[in-house]
């Protein structure tokens, strides 16, 4: 009988479920699949439970707040594309974000419709600070992989050109 109580123990019962209903199912892809999800989801949990929160935001305030520090300002359209959020939780964690002083939103003069978001002082602080024990946590989380981390990574970028497949 398959463990499900330990991690290996559920990949394995997922796949051999899987494979009972769906013989033609490509079970490297479900291991794949299910274990990089279980990362992000483990990795994204610990960052909002220890950093994100005590810093005063979530992790898409976080998502949102880095997309602009590291261009100078954005457009809300554009974090949503760098960020991975849609446009209304951009807006919605804007909202936020301005009535905390973290950013601020400006009109162009040009184009009275174009907006640009650019983090305050306070903000741009604070998210310094919050990176400085995210960059811990991470090297942390990673340091298993060793060597490994420069494959995992450019894995990963592979997988991400290929989004639009």
Not at 39 to 68: I, P
Request: charged fraction near 30%; aromatic fraction near 8%.
């Amino acid at each position: 009988m398959i463990n499900p109580g330990t991690s290996d123990g559920f990949e394995t019962a997922a796949a051999a479920q899987v494979a009972k209903t769906y013989p033609d199912a490509d079970l490297l892809a479900l291991r794949a699949s299910f274990n990089l999800i279980r990362v992000s989801t483990l990795l994204v949990h610990r960052l909002e439970s220890t950093v994100h929160r005590d810093a005063g935001w979530s992790m898409a305030g976080f998502r949102v707040m880095f997309c602009v520090w590291v261009a100078g300002e954005m457009e809300p359209r554009e974090i949503a594309r760098f960020s991975g959020l849609s446009r209304a939780a951009v807006s919605s964690v804007l909202n936020t974000l301005e009535r905390d002083g973290l950013v601020e939103r400006h009109r162009e003069s040009a184009d009275r419709r174009l907006v640009t978001v650019r983090l305050t002082a306070e903000g741009e602080q604070r998210l310094a600070a919050a990176y400085s024990r995210e960059n811990d946590m991470e090297r942390a989380f990673f340091e298993r992989l060793g060597d490994d981390l420069e494959d995992f990574v450019e894995l990963t970028r592979r997988l991400l050109r290929g989004r639009s497949a």
